[in-house]
C-alpha cells in the first residue's frame, strides 16, 4: 500500500496536465532570453502578482537569496521574523553568502511581527552599526501554522518601510495559500510589496522552481546574481511549462487542501495525549505534539512511517500538510493510524 506523506507539499507529483505541457514544450536557451515558454510564464506571473517582471528561478531557497542580494549591499541588515523559513530553515546563506546581517524579531502566534518592535530595530545612522537596508516577511506563515497574513498588515508594514526608506520583501512560498484561504486575489496580498518570490513546487504542485517578482530594474538585477550563484538554465522552458499549468489549473484547487487540513485537524483534535496548533487551520499545515512528551517525536514518527504515514518532525513539533495528491479519505486514514500509535505508546 502507498504511503500518506504528509510530511511536505514539496513531495507532490505534476499532474498529468503538467507531463503533457513539458513534453510539448517549446523552448530556446534562456541565458539568452529566447525560450519562450519561459518568456510566457515570466509575463503570466508578472501580471498574475501585479509587478512588472518576474524571473523564473530553480528553487524557493535560491530565489530568497537572489532577493536578498539584489535588494541589499554587504554589511545590510535584514530585519525579518525569528519564526520565518529565511531565518530558520536557509542554512544562514544571507550571511555565508551575501554577507548580510540578520535581525530576528519574535514572531506573533499569527505570524506577524510587531510594528512598534519593526520601528524600534532600525538602526540610526552610525559607524559602528551595520545599515537597516531591508524588511522581510512570510506569507503564509510555516512554522506559525500556515496562518495568513493579511493585506491590511502587509500595507502596515510597507507604509513604516516607505517611511524610513527601506525596502519590503514578502517570501510568498505559499502566498496564493494565503490568497485562496482569504477569499481574495493574491494581488492584494503582493501590491504593496517591492519584491517577492512564491513557489511553483509546493502547493501547486510542479516538480521544480520557484518565482522571483518585482521592478524590471530589480529582475534585471537579480539576472545577474541569479547566474552569479549558478541558477541559469538553458532550455528551461520544460520547467516553465509546468508552472503555466500551475498558474491555470492548479490556485484554485489549493481549497481542497486547506479543506482536507480542517478534515485532519478535527479528527486529531480527538486524539488524547496530542496538542494540535494552531487551533484554527486556515490552510494546509497542521502542527501537532504529544503533550509533555515532545522527546518521544523522533520515535512517533518512526513508529507512523512503519504503518505508511509519513510526518515530519521541526523543532518541538511534528508538521503535516496537505498538498494535490491527498485526498480526504487519506487524512482520515492517516489520523486513524495516528491516534492507533499515540494509543500504544
Known amino acids: 500500500m502507498e504511503a500518506i506523506d504528509l510530511r ?26 529566447d ?9 503570466i506571473v508578472a501580471e498574475r502578482v501585479g509587478k512588472e517582471d518576474s524571473l523564473l528561478m530553480p528553487s524557493g531557497c535560491m530565489a530568497n537569496l537572489v532577493g536578498l542580494l539584489t535588494n ?8 525579518l521574523g525569528d519564526s520565518t523559513d529565511m531565518y530558520i530553515w536557509e542554512c544562514g546563506a544571507m550571511s555565508v553568502v551575501g554577507g548580510l546581517y540578520p535581525h530576528p524579531l ?26 537597516t537596508q531591508l524588511i522581510c516577511i512570510e506569507n ?29 520583501y514578502l517570501d510568498g512560498a505559499r502566498v496564493f495559500n494565503s490568497a485562496v484561504a482569504q477569499g481574495i486575489d493574491v494581488r492584494e496580498l503582493t501590491k504593496d510589496v517591492d519584491s517577492l518570490q512564491f513557489c511553483l513546487s509546493k502547493g501547486l504542485g510542479c516538480p521544480v522552481g520557484s518565482m522571483l517578482c518585482g521592478s524590471k ?33 492548479m490556485v484554485d484547487r489549493l481549497a481542497e487542501d486547506h479543506q482536507n487540513a480542517h478534515v485532519l485537524a478535527a479528527d486529531l483534535s480527538e486524539i488524547k495525549g496530542l496538542t494540535i496548533k494552531p487551533e484554527n487551520v486556515q490552510t494546509n499545515i497542521i502542527y501537532l505534539q504529544l503533550t509533555g512528551r515532545d522527546k518521544m517525536h523522533e520515535e512517533l514518527v518512526a513508529r507512523l512511517d512503519k504503518e505508511g504515514v509519513k510526518v515530519i518532525v521541526m523543532g518541538a513539533w511534528i508538521r503535516a500538510v496537505t498538498h ?20 500504544a505508546m
Open 35 to 43: 525560450d519562450p515558454t519561459v518568456n510566457r510564464l515570466q509575463e
Open 72 to 79: 541589499c549591499t554587504r554589511q545590510g541588515e535584514v530585519i
Open 140 to 168: 503564509t506563515n510555516n512554522v506559525c501554522g500556515g496562518v495568513p497574513l493579511t493585506s491590511e498588515y502587509t500595507a502596515s508594514v510597507s507604509a513604516l518601510a516607505k517611511r524610513h526608506k527601506l525596502r519590503l
Open 217 to 249: 530594474d530589480f529582475v534585471y538585477e537579480a539576472r545577474r546574481n541569479r547566474k552569479m550563484l549558478g541558477g541559469q538554465m538553458r532550455q528551461a522552458g520544460i520547467i516553465a511549462a509546468a508552472g503555466i499549468v500551475a498558474m491555470e489549473q
Open 106 to 131: 519574535p514572531n506573533q502566534l499569527n505570524g506577524t511581527i510587531g510594528l512598534g518592535e519593526i520601528e524600534a530595530a532600525i538602526r540610526c545612522e552610525d559607524v559602528h552599526f551595520p545599515r
Open 8 to 33: 511536505s507539499d514539496t513531495v507532490t507529483k505534476p499532474s498529468p496536465a503538467m507531463r503533457e505541457a513539458m513534453y510539448r514544450a517549446e523552448v530556446g536557451d534562456d541565458g539568452y532570453y
Open 324 to 343: 494535490y495528491g491527498i485526498t480526504e479519505q487519506d487524512v482520515k486514514a492517516a489520523a486513524a493510524v495516528i491516534g492507533r500509535v499515540v494509543g
